[in-house]
């Protein structure tokens, strides 16, 4: 792993800390505004999806840019666009404003990651072991920053300076410029043949975006898409509106998880199940290239469904039995152990379909973030509508229905993975793999 690969993931992870801090604080600062309203889920829901929506529909836009313009520069704009959002928030508590600086924060994800992700796939080109190792490092910094020190930071900032937390955190985002301004350098001129498109290629479409649409619509892309949506929403739904429940906003006594609990104490339980989901990300990148990439989506799937009950039992029975909620809490630590190797399996097979794109790398790997796009905003609809119904258990209910749909479009992607992969990564990863 070179000094360049390495300074691109430290520059994601201090990016991820410092979005997870402003999407943290953001959703303590909705609270009080709408506390004495009960708007709160509503508008987390309304805000979080005008993050997502630029996510994805500017993922397409960046990914293009950064095949044909080079991805450094356009990594550059990711904490650009995040430090002039983050200062904007901390300026305003009207949430039309607040919606303008969720996307530009939008904006910030959606060029960092398909640049980075490009950059990754190129980088790691015909070593599966490599890759391995990186796409789980990628997925490790990222929600090492999302979910862990990101999480803890936004609660004892949030608690110890209010509104003024905000203009702190633009100190993240200018060292992530600078890590990718001088940390990372862009793929030598010999070694871009997969960033400048060939002349042949370019006239046969009539424009970038008519060429996008054609790779998004691929056959292979296709087959990729349900499965990892799903999961992105049920990701979504529960990193939306959890801590808003967990607070007790919405009062159910009937459900032990909402009887009400500090943000500190959420950012810090949020960070301890980050180094568990984490623990397995770093065991996952380990034997990444001794399975194939659906058995480890389907453990990671099988271990969703195992969580689902065990919540539903914590959340109506644990308060009965100190003994069993301890059972079902190393229940949960174990099952979030294994679901955590979905999400490198997912970027892994999504790396292996570029190399059948080389001339568009970074737009097909933009697509991880376009899906994961699509996933949280139908993740923020879902959710704000489930919180609003029943709470906790309504949350539940919405994560079964989309566990069903991320089945059955998993079991067919399983079917056609070798079609997927390029014929070496596919015998090497089935001649391996159960």
């Given amino acids: 792993m070179n000094r360049s690969i390495g300074s691109m993931l430290l520059a994601t992870f201090v990016l991820r800390v410092s979005t997870a801090v402003t999407g943290g604080m953001l959703v303590f600062l909705v609270d009080d505004m709408t506390r004495n309203q009960g708007t709160g889920p509503g508008a987390i829901s309304l805000l979080t999806g005008g993050f997502y929506m630029t996510e994805l529909t500017g993922a397409i836009l960046f990914g293009v840019l950064a095949d044909r313009y080079g991805r450094k520069i356009i990594m550059l704009l990711g904490p650009l666009f995040g430090g002039v959002a983050v200062a904007m928030t901390g300026l305003t508590t009207h949430l039309p404003v607040l919606f303008v600086t969720r996307l530009l924060e939008g904006s910030s994800t959606a060029a960092s990651i398909p640049s980075t992700l490009g950059f990754i796939a190129a980088e790691t080109e015909n070593n599966e072991s ?20 990101g999480p803890a930071l936004a609660g004892v900032l949030w608690e110890h300076y209010g509104r003024p937390a905000f203009f702190l955190n633009c100190v993240f985002y200018g060292l992530a410029f600078c890590l990718y301004a001088y940390g990372v350098h862009e793929v030598p001129r010999n070694r871009q043949a997969d960033i400048v498109a060939p002349i042949a290629v370019r006239k046969k479409a009539t424009s970038e975006v008519s060429r996008y649409l054609r790779i998004a619509t691929n056959r292979k892309v296709l087959l990729f898409a349900p499965t990892w949506l799903a999961i992105n929403a049920i990701l979504g739904l529960w990193a939306l509106q959890a801590p808003l429940l967990l ?12 009887h009400g609990i500090s943000p500190q104490t959420i950012g810090f339980g949020t960070a301890a199940l980050a180094v568990v989901f984490g623990s397995g990300i770093l065991f996952w990148g380990l034997v990444y290239a001794r399975f194939r990439r659906t058995t480890m989506l389907l453990l990671g799937v099988g271990a969703f469904v195992v969580m689902t009950f065990d919540i539903l039992a914590i959340n109506h029975l644990g308060g009965t039995s100190t003994t069993l909620l301890v059972a079902l809490g190393a229940v949960a630590v174990l099952s979030l152990f294994v679901m955590s190797g979905a999400t490198p399996a997912a970027l892994g097979l999504l790396a292996d379909v570029s190399e059948g794109f080389e001339a568009d790398r970074s737009a097909i790997m933009g697509l991880y973030s376009v899906f994961l796009g699509m996933g949280q905003v139908l993740g923020a609809i879902l959710g704000g509508a489930a919180a609003s119904w029943k709470g906790i258990d309504g949350l539940i209910v919405a994560t079964g229905g989309l566990l069903v749909v991320g089945i059955v479009a998993l079991l067919n992607l399983r079917a056609h993975e070798a079609t997927m992969v390029p014929e070496t990564t596919a015998r090497r990863s089935f001649e391996l793999s159960p």
Avoid: A, H, K, P
Wanted: aromatic share 4%; net charge neutral; proline share 0%.
């Fill in 130 to 149: 490599l890759r391995g190792r990186v796409v789980s490092l990628f997925e490790l910094v990222s929600l090492g920053g999302m979910l862990t020190v």
């Fill in 247 to 258: 607070r007790g906003n919405i009062e159910d006594s009937s459900q032990l998880l909402m």
